[in-house]
C-alpha cells in the first residue's frame, strides 16, 4: 500500500487519484458493462455458465459412443390377432382373425397372413378352443410362406377342447406368417379373455 502525504494538499491530492483510480476500475467490471447484477447467478452468466445449475434433460449432451448406443436401439415387432366371438373357422385355411394388435400394418386380411416388416428371430404361439361341439382330430398349425413351420399335437374331441402350438421362427423382410387348424370347428368365445390367437414377438434383430 503507498505511504501517505505528510501534507494537508498532497493528501487531497493522493485521495483523489485514488478515487479516479477506484472509479475506472469499477466502470471497467464486466458487471458494469453488462448491466448484471453483481451476484453469483449474475458472474455465472457473464461466464456463459448461465446453464450450470438447471440445464434441461433435453439439453444434455451425450458422448458419441452413448449416442451411438442410443441409436442401436430398435423398437421390438410384435403382432397378435384374435377371434373374440364365436365363429366358424374353415379346415385348412387361414384363419381370418378379426381383433388384432398390429403396430407394423403387416397383416393382410384379404389373404389372412401377417408380412414380416423387420428380419430376425421372432417367438410365436397360436392358441385355438371350440365350443360345445367337441370336434375330433383338431390341430394347430403355424405356416411361414404358406408351409406348415410350427406344427402342435391334435386336441381332443370334447365340448370346449383346444390346444396351443408355440415355437421360434427366423423371419426375413416379407416373410408371411398364417395359422390354420386341420379341422372346421367353431371358437368358443369367452370375451374380453383371448383363447383363439396367433402372437408374435421379435426377440433377436
Given at each position: 500500500?503507498?505511504?501517505?502525504?505528510?501534507?494537508?494538499?498532497?493528501?487531497?491530492?493522493?485521495?483523489?487519484?485514488?478515487?479516479?483510480?477506484?472509479?475506472?476500475?469499477?466502470?471497467?467490471?464486466?458487471f458494469v458493462r453488462s448491466g448484471i447484477t453483481p451476484t453469483a447467478e449474475g458472474a455465472a452468466s457473464i461466464a456463459s455458465l448461465s446453464n450450470v445449475d438447471n440445464t434441461a434433460d433435453s439439453a444434455k449432451p451425450v458422448s458419441t459412443a452413448q449416442a451411438a448406443a442410443i441409436l442401436a436401439i430398435k423398437p421390438t415387432t410384435r403382432f397378435k390377432g384374435s377371434l373374440l366371438s364365436s365363429v366358424a373357422v374353415a379346415g385348412g385355411a387361414n384363419i381370418a382373425f378379426a381383433t388384432l394388435d398390429d403396430p407394423a400394418s403387416g397383416w393382410n386380411s384379404t389373404s389372412h397372413y401377417w408380412i414380416c416388416p423387420v428380419a430376425g428371430t421372432y417367438v410365436l404361439m397360436g392358441s385355438?378352443?371350440?365350443?360345445?361341439?367337441?370336434?375330433?382330430?383338431?390341430?394347430?398349425?403355424?405356416?411361414?410362406?404358406?408351409?406348415?413351420?410350427?406344427?402342435?399335437?391334435?386336441?381332443?374331441?370334447?365340448?370346449?377342447?383346444?390346444?396351443?402350438?408355440?415355437?421360434?421362427?427366423?423371419?426375413?423382410?416379407?416373410?408371411?406368417v398364417s395359422m390354420q387348424?386341420?379341422?372346421?370347428?367353431?371358437?368358443?368365445?369367452?370375451?374380453?379373455?383371448?383363447?383363439?390367437?396367433?402372437?408374435?414377438?421379435?426377440?433377436?434383430?
Amino acid at each position: 500500500m503507498s505511504k501517505l502525504p505528510e501534507t494537508g494538499s498532497s493528501l487531497v491530492g493522493y485521495l483523489g487519484r485514488q478515487k479516479r483510480s477506484a472509479l475506472r476500475q469499477a466502470q471497467s467490471s464486466p458487471f458494469v458493462r453488462s448491466g448484471i447484477t453483481p451476484t453469483a447467478e449474475g458472474a455465472a452468466s457473464i461466464a456463459s455458465l448461465s446453464n450450470v445449475d438447471n440445464t434441461a434433460d433435453s439439453a444434455k449432451p451425450v458422448s458419441t459412443a452413448q449416442a451411438a448406443a442410443i441409436l442401436a436401439i430398435k423398437p421390438t415387432t410384435r403382432f397378435k390377432g384374435s377371434l373374440l366371438s364365436s365363429v366358424a373357422v374353415a379346415g385348412g385355411a387361414n384363419i381370418a382373425f378379426a381383433t388384432l394388435d398390429d403396430p407394423a400394418s403387416g397383416w393382410n386380411s384379404t389373404s389372412h397372413y401377417w408380412i414380416c416388416p423387420v428380419a430376425g428371430t421372432y417367438v410365436l404361439m397360436g392358441s385355438i378352443k371350440q365350443n360345445s361341439a367337441g370336434v375330433a382330430s383338431m390341430s394347430i398349425n403355424i405356416h411361414k410362406n404358406g408351409t406348415t413351420a410350427i406344427a402342435g399335437p391334435n386336441c381332443a374331441a370334447v365340448a370346449y377342447g383346444g390346444g396351443t402350438a408355440t415355437g421360434y421362427l427366423r423371419l426375413a423382410i416379407g416373410d408371411t406368417v398364417s395359422m390354420q387348424c386341420g379341422t372346421s370347428y367353431t371358437t368358443q368365445s369367452d370375451s374380453p379373455a383371448d383363447n383363439n390367437y396367433l402372437e408374435l414377438v421379435q426377440v433377436q434383430f
